[in-house]
């Protein structure tokens, strides 16, 4: 576990939540408006990388025969090995550098991400003086909001006070015309997040 061996000595962490090709650029869940968030998503990485604070990437990856995919009418995503589980370009250049991690996931929750012999718990228990927490990502309505309750959950029964930031401008979801109106599921699940006690805020651009 030598990658987390020092986390205690961050005060923030950034969390990039399935930036990955299968959900922006290609394949049957790609949905290219969430392209717009990733200028504000860089800002941020690099507003961290300066402060020496840690960054996490989280990115979905299933085998062909992951249950979740039936909870989306069977569609096949993001499947391990392939381009569609890899980070987007825009991003790669940050993955695997220092003060990073990368998790996989294989469910629509971050909170039992992982990789290798460590997961997503056993980095937050380490990050013992951790003061913010800050995500981005998509999709808003779905693994954003399924690993951001779950988290300040798991906090609470710690007893850990931790600011957890939401930036609106640097997270979307997706549309399907008739069926997934952006708008409507992005509304309901801020709705639910404030009223947890998440921070909304914008970075202004």
Not at 16 to 43: C, K, P, W, Y
Not at 98 to 115: D, F, G, H, R
Request: charged share 30%; aromatic share 8%.
């Amino acid at each position: 576990m030598n990658e987390i061996e020092n986390l205690k000595f961050y005060k923030k962490v950034l969390i990039a939540v399935d930036m990955v090709n299968g959900f922006v650029r290609e394949g049957s869940l790609a949905d290219r408006h969430i392209e717009g968030t990733i200028e504000n998503q860089i800002e941020l990485i690099k507003r961290f990388k300066n402060e020496r604070e840690l960054i996490i990437f989280i990115k979905d990856s299933h085998t062909k025969d992951s249950v979740e995919h039936d909870r989306f009418k069977g569609v096949l995503h993001c499947i391990k090995g392939t381009k569609e589980a890899e980070l987007i370009d825009e991003l790669k250049p940050y993955e695997n550098t220092e003060n990073t991690l990368s998790l996989e996931k294989n469910s629509t929750s971050y909170v039992w991400a992982s990789k290798g012999e460590y997961s997503f718990i056993d980095i937050l228990d380490g990050l013992e003086n951790i003061e913010e927490i800050t995500v981005v990502g998509c999709c808003t309505d779905i693994c954003i909001i399924n690993g951001v309750l779950p988290m300040m959950n798991y906090l609470d029964e710690k007893n850990r006070r931790v600011n957890v930031i939401l930036y609106e401008d640097a997270i979307d979801t997706f549309e399907i015309p008739n069926v997934h109106d952006r708008k409507k599921y992005e509304d309901a699940a801020y709705l639910l997040l404030k009223g947890q006690g998440a921070k909304v805020k914008r970075l202004g651009k």
